[in-house]
């Protein structure tokens, strides 16, 4: 299928200019070497823009972040390609203010200039390919592919190519056995997981493309990821999720005025969700006809949420797009600013989702699972139960917000500060191997079947309704975000929970033992609480692991004893 789309070529305008860019290097590679720095220089702006960006509002990170897709393009590329003559050609443009590589059936560049001139400079010199057998979609996007003329040479160094690909389990659980506590496997684990600044940056620029397409329509409207993708919690190779932003072409509109006035003629739909669907509708087959890279594009508008579901094959990207669906970008502002109150709750985050998939608690299809989103809540939840709490409740964050934080979203008060400075959080020390522990023990007791989750309130409220597990939408209150799950899911949750709780408790054990996972990975390992034997095991279900695993630390022991007393025998013939 990846050659089932065409995309515009970027070619070498003549063969004066490459023989120019053999014999040596153009006085424009001057201007490059200004804007592409050595790596040792680029660690260190990107550890300071890193920290600069630490210190603003989540929604001046997305805009600015935004505003860097724009001046971006996305360029295939031949498998060797000469990097130094790739950007001396496109330093001819403009500015080129970073650029990366990476690998999606085949390799890509993500070149980001300086202005938006440079893109209307570049997409002067692009021209549309010629088509065998078939013929061309003329939409000049921003997905471009490289033509090189003639052989290209095998002594040049090839160009890094960045990973976009999450590590296996097994490898994963390789990594962190080499680390000495558990503190530092969970540390070892974001750091292994969480979307690089690479892997972001490709998500905007998709987002960006998109936008291209959707702008014929609505050229004032916006495209922006939400979820994972910019909530702090997102790892290597999760969907991307995108609203299709329309409210600031209302918000504009709504211009006040004394005397005449003119208004838009427009058409009218029987609901808004009827406009949704009808707008999605478009758009989805507008990317199914015209969108370069976007392949298996699905309508999915009876969903509760109306959606359009494709690949983009350029970037390696799921990618659902919604409309309008402001609530849950809040929601990604929320979890966001928690994650940057304190470092340990993206660790335990990361820990708990990893542990939660390994073990098929959480899973990519929609179904009676829990979510991604409702353990994060429930992570959120954990830690305002602390004494002293780590996290504020959501009420004391809308205590806290000023005049320009004000948000209603449909009658729904969504207001949070946004201003992290203002926050005063308690001295709490806790190591994170003692949260992971306690957080399993926290929710292997909790009494699920009369109480539900509430990070408003920060404590446990009645269940308003019978469902297996009741978490409180943050927002629309009167929304259960995990009504999906039920009580088998649940069971299997609650009874994982205390077998990991209490294998944890044998790390020192299993840590005498070369051979044998311990820590975190421990908790890695198949479980007895897995697959479809959950309800044969419900009158034992408060046994807290598997026999399996007893034996190992009983022979461990025996070991350990043998060892002993092989060394004071040693001791005695000396």
């Given at each position: 299928m990846a050659a089932s789309f065409s995309v515009c070529r970027l070619r070498f305008r003549a063969l004066g200019g490459i023989d120019k860019l053999c014999l040596g290097l153009e006085p424009q590679t001057q201007v490059r070497f200004t804007s592409t720095t050595s790596a040792i220089k680029a660690q260190t702006k990107n550890k300071t823009a890193k920290a600069a960006k630490e210190s603003k509002t989540f929604q001046v990170i997305q805009e600015e972040r935004r505003e860097e897709a724009e001046r971006s393009v996305l360029i295939s590329c031949p498998p060797k390609i000469n990097e130094n003559k790739f950007l001396d050609y496109l330093s001819k443009h403009g500015t080129i203010n970073k650029h990366f590589f990476y690998n999606s059936y085949g390799a890509y560049a993500v070149v980001e200039f300086s202005s938006r001139e440079s893109i209307a400079s570049l997409k002067e010199s692009t021209n549309i390919p010629a088509v065998e057998h078939e013929a061309a979609v003329p939409f000049k996007s921003r997905l471009l592919s490289l033509k090189w003329p003639g052989s290209q040479s095998s002594n040049h160094p090839m160009p890094k190519l960045k990973e976009q690909s999450p590590p296996s389990i097994n490898e994963i659980t390789q990594l962190l056995s080499e680390k000495d506590t558990i503190d530092e496997q969970l540390h070892c684990l974001t750091e292994t997981l969480q979307l690089t600044e690479e892997n972001i940056s490709l998500r905007f620029l998709v987002c960006s493309l998109l936008r291209d397409i959707a702008g014929a329509y609505f050229p004032e409207c916006v495209i922006r990821p939400f979820g994972s993708s910019v909530n702090s919690f997102g790892k290597l190779g999760c969907d991307v999720d995108m609203i299709l932003d329309l409210d600031g072409i209302y918000a504009t509109s709504q211009k006040k005025g004394s005397g005449l006035s003119l208004e838009y003629q427009v058409k009218r739909g029987a609901s808004e969700r009827?406009?949704?669907?009808?707008?999605?509708?478009?758009?989805?087959?507008?990317?199914?006809?015209?969108?370069?890279?976007?392949?298996?594009?699905?309508?999915?508008?009876?969903?509760?949420?109306?959606?359009?579901?494709?690949?983009?094959?350029?970037?390696?990207?799921?990618?659902?797009?919604?409309?309008?669906?402001?609530?849950?970008?809040?929601?990604?502002?929320?979890?966001?600013?928690?994650?940057?109150?304190?470092?340990?709750?993206?660790?335990?985050?990361?820990?708990?989702?990893?542990?939660?998939?390994?073990?098929?608690?959480?899973?990519?299809?929609?179904?009676?699972?829990?979510?991604?989103?409702?353990?994060?809540?429930?992570?959120?939840?954990?830690?305002?139960?602390?004494?002293?709490?780590?996290?504020?409740?959501?009420?004391?964050?809308?205590?806290?917000?000023?005049?320009?934080?004000?948000?209603?979203?449909?009658?729904?008060?969504?207001?949070?500060?946004?201003?992290?400075?203002?926050?005063?959080?308690?001295?709490?020390?806790?190591?994170?191997?003692?949260?992971?522990?306690?957080?399993?023990?926290?929710?292997?007791?909790?009494?699920?079947?009369?109480?539900?989750?509430?990070?408003?309130?920060?404590?446990?409220?009645?269940?308003p309704e019978t469902t297996a597990l009741y978490i409180q939408n943050p927002f629309e209150t009167t929304l259960n975000i995990s009504k999906n799950v039920n009580a088998t899911q649940l069971e299997r949750f609650v009874a994982l929970c205390r077998e990991s709780a209490w294998l944890l408790q044998q790390k020192e054990i299993l840590k005498q033992s070369s051979d044998s996972p311990w820590g975190f990975t421990a908790l890695l390992l198949p479980s007895v609480t897995s697959g479809a034997g959950v309800k044969s095991r419900r009158k034992r279900k408060l046994e807290p692991a598997s026999s399996r695993i007893k034996n190992l630390l009983d022979s461990l022991k025996i070991k350990g004893g043998e060892t002993v007393a092989k060394k004071g025998s040693a001791n005695t013939r000396r």
């Open positions: 009827a406009v949704t669907q009808s707008i999605l509708s478009v758009i989805g087959k507008c990317v199914d006809q015209f969108g370069p890279g976007c392949v298996g594009v699905q309508n999915i508008l009876q969903a509760r949420c109306p959606l359009v579901r494709f690949a983009h094959q350029p970037s390696g990207f799921q990618c659902d797009l919604t409309a309008n669906n402001r609530v849950a970008m809040k929601s990604s502002e929320l979890l966001f600013l928690y994650g940057q109150l304190d470092p340990r709750v993206r660790h335990l985050v990361f820990s708990v989702r990893c542990w939660a998939r390994a073990h098929s608690i959480t899973s990519s299809i929609p179904g009676a699972w829990i979510t991604n989103f409702s353990l994060t809540v429930m992570v959120v939840f954990f830690l305002q139960q602390r004494n002293p709490p780590i996290l504020p409740t959501l009420d004391r964050l809308k205590e806290l917000a000023g005049p320009s934080d004000k948000c209603v979203i449909e009658g729904n008060d969504c207001t949070i500060v946004s201003d992290l400075s203002k926050i005063t959080l308690q001295q709490n020390t806790d190591t994170l191997e003692k949260l992971l522990q306690e957080f399993l023990e926290f929710y292997g007791n909790f009494p699920f079947n009369k109480a539900s989750i509430n990070i408003r309130k920060g404590k446990e409220q009645s269940k």
